[in-house]
């Protein structure tokens, strides 16, 4: 196989295997990832995060609504420009994200251990090295 058609089953297949991981998730994806960013990254504001997420700023401020009525999230006056507001997880919003971070490893857990022996097992160790390394590439770290 060349490279133009591992990068494509690579594509497809990452693809649906985080569709897959994700149909135990409680919360719809969009305000997963924000809480997830506000997690990694701390505080931003909505125009920051619908960025990050690559969705319009309607969208994003949609997704921090509900989490903000939630208390997942909580809002502060940005310290620099009055007219915009700071975002921040709650200790609520971090539990919740640790809950569903926790459905998905233990999903992927399940699923490694009745589809692979120990040698594979092994070897998809393997992979998520040379994974994280191409990951690491195209984000230019």
Known sequence: MDAD????????????L??????????PPGEAAILGYLDRSGPM???ELAQRRGVTHQSAAKSVKE????????SEPHPDDGRKLLLHITDAGRECLRR?????????????????DAAE?????????????LTAHLGGT
């Open 5 to 16: 058609g591992l990068a494509e089953d690579l594509r497809q297949t990452i693809g649906e």
């Open 18 to 27: 985080v569709r897959a991981v994700r149909r135990v998730d409680t919360m």
């Open 45 to 47: 504001t909505t125009a």
């Open 67 to 74: 989490l903000t009525g939630d208390a997942l999230v909580r």
């Open 100 to 116: 569903e971070r926790g459905r998905r490893a233990d999903t992927l857990t399940g699923a490694i251990e009745d589809a692979f």
């Open 121 to 133: 097992q092994e070897r998809l160790r393997d992979c998520v090295a040379l994974l994280s390394r």
